[in-house]
Nanobody, 120 residues
């Protein structure tokens, strides 16, 4: 079974930056779209960003557009989320997932997530 391991979260002040990483055990990683989602306390998990197999087809949630950048390194089976100009409302557990759908119902494998906390 595919394993996803997220890292890079932490505590940061408003306006700060973080880079999240996700490494997949899937040897055919380069054939899949990859996505990032997040879940804030007492809220549903929501789509953040996705990227195509060769780094094209990038899409972002309106709430992060212009501040977050998704990238990938197929040689390392890794996908990244570069988060800039962070706001308190970005506080959440961030998850990566295989696939490009914006719906959580279409994603069957999740990592343990990495906590991002933005202080005001």
């Amino acid at each position: 079974q595919v394993q996803l391991v997220e890292s890079g979260g932490g505590l940061v002040q408003t306006g700060g930056s973080l880079r999240l990483s996700c490494v997949a055990s899937e040897r055919t990683f380069s054939t899949y779209f990859m996505s990032w989602f997040r879940q804030a306390p007492e809220k549903e998990r929501e789509f953040v960003a996705r990227i195509g197999q060769r780094s094209g087809s990038q899409e972002y949630a309106d709430s992060v557009k212009g501040r977050f950048i998704i990238s990938r390194d197929n040689a390392k089976n890794a996908v990244y989320l570069h988060m800039n100009s962070l706001k308190p409302e970005d506080t959440a557990v961030y998850y990566c997932s295989i696939g490009g759908s914006r719906s959580t119902r279409d994603h069957g494998t999740w990592g343990q997530g990495t906590q991002v906390t933005v202080s005001s």
